[in-house]
């Protein structure tokens, strides 16, 4: 079992920054990816940007160039994943969620996600 407890989220103006963090606990060392989605009103929940253990990262086309992912382990109990995001522009507005995928021995994966944070950017 994996925890994720998100935070960070806040009332932005256009052109502004903000840093969302996600602590992950539990089974830590069994994480695979951990990531950024977001959800807009009325709209799908799309990734946003994800990184892999070993330290690739992915960037939807929409934030890239703005948005960075990083993570750091501080101990065998705890990771936490950050999602540094710049030029904030109103469409980016929406409730960003934390996810995190393990992989068991035998393959399997099991998703995790967080409660969610709101990020609103106002014009």
């Known amino acids: 079992q994996v925890q994720l407890v998100e935070s960070g989220g806040a009332l932005v103006q256009a052109g502004g920054s903000l840093r969302l963090s996600c602590a992950a606990s539990?089974?830590?060392?069994?994480?695979?990816?951990m990531g950024w989605y977001r959800q807009a009103s009325g709209k799908l929940r799309e990734l946003v940007a994800s990184?892999?253990?070993?330290?690739?990262?992915?960037?939807?086309d929409f934030v890239k160039g703005r948005f960075t992912i990083s993570t750091i382990s501080r101990d065998n109990a705890k990771n936490t994943v950050y999602l540094q995001m710049n030029s904030l522009k109103p469409e980016d507005t929406a409730v960003y969620y934390c996810?995190?995928?393990?992989?068991?021995?035998?393959?399997?994966?099991?998703?995790?996600w967080g409660q969610g944070t709101q990020v609103t950017v106002s014009s």
């Open positions: 996810h995190a995928v393990t992989v068991t021995p035998t393959l399997a994966e099991n998703k995790y």
């Open positions: 539990g089974s830590i060392a069994s994480i695979n990816v």
């Open positions: 990184i892999r253990s070993g330290g690739p990262t992915h960037y939807a």
